[in-house]
T-cell receptor, first 112, second 111 residues
């Protein structure tokens, strides 16, 4: 079955620590995205990537970093510079521009 | 500034009746709109979309209507079923791979 796998489902971070959220897709989609969802808010775009070895900042990129070394993988690192990292993080992919996105089941990140 | 707005945070409907979820947008350049459904602790699932060249798109029990002059779209679910209880997000494609999402409406279908 094709889809997007995010891991882990729950993640805890200590103050000052970097953590990496995994996102893997086997849909053969070119475009991949990272969103953050906070209570009562819509999904806000952190980073997106149109093709391998290329990515662009979204609306709230500060304190985050990504890489796109393989088509299937788009990991997100939440750095210690992100002052309010507690949120639900969603990874998505699409076959191209102007197409519906397929989402993973998310990772909930909390601060210890 | 919220470019895509869902002004009703929640909606309750009796099973078998029509559910109408609304979405307003501010940018007349948006030309493609989508609705997603989300269950707790899961990612959103694509439901239905509409291009700005149309004013209606149907898929089974789901119909999306687009009123470009009012910058308004709505999702109709007929008949509503308990399994439709979820949070519904509308989204607008703003170009260069970017989508703007609304804040969501929680639909509860009462048996």
């Amino acid at each position: 079955d094709g889809g997007i796998t995010q891991s882990p489902k729950y993640l805890f971070r200590k103050e000052g620590q970097n953590v990496t959220l995994s996102c893997e897709q086997n849909l053969n989609h070119d475009a991949m995205y990272w969103y953050r969802q906070d209570p009562g808010q819509g999904l806000r775009l952190i980073y997106y990537s149109q093709i391998v070895n290329d990515f662009q900042k979204g609306d709230i990129a500060e304190g985050y970093s990504v890489s796109r070394e393989k088509k299937e993988s788009f990991p997100l690192t939440v750095t210690s510079a992100q002052k309010n990292p507690t949120a639900f993080y969603l990874c998505a992919s699409s076959i191209g521009t102007n197409q519906p996105q397929h989402f993973g089941d998310g990772t909930r990140l909390s601060i210890l | 500034d919220q470019q895509v707005k869902q002004n009703s945070p929640s909606l309750s409907v009796q099973e078998g009746r029509i559910s109408i979820l609304n979405c307003d947008y501010t940018n007349s350049m948006f030309d493609y709109f989508l609705w997603y459904k989300k269950y707790p602790a899961e990612g959103p699932t694509f439901l239905i979309s509409i291009s700005s060249i149309k004013d209606k798109n149907e898929d089974g029990r789901f119909t999306v209507f687009l009123n470009k002059s009012a910058k308004h779209l709505s999702l109709h679910i007929v008949p509503s079923q308990p399994g439709d209880s979820a949070v519904y997000f509308c989204a607008a494609y703003s170009g260069t791979y970017k989508y703007i999402f609304g804040t969501g409406t929680r639909l509860k279908v009462l048996a």
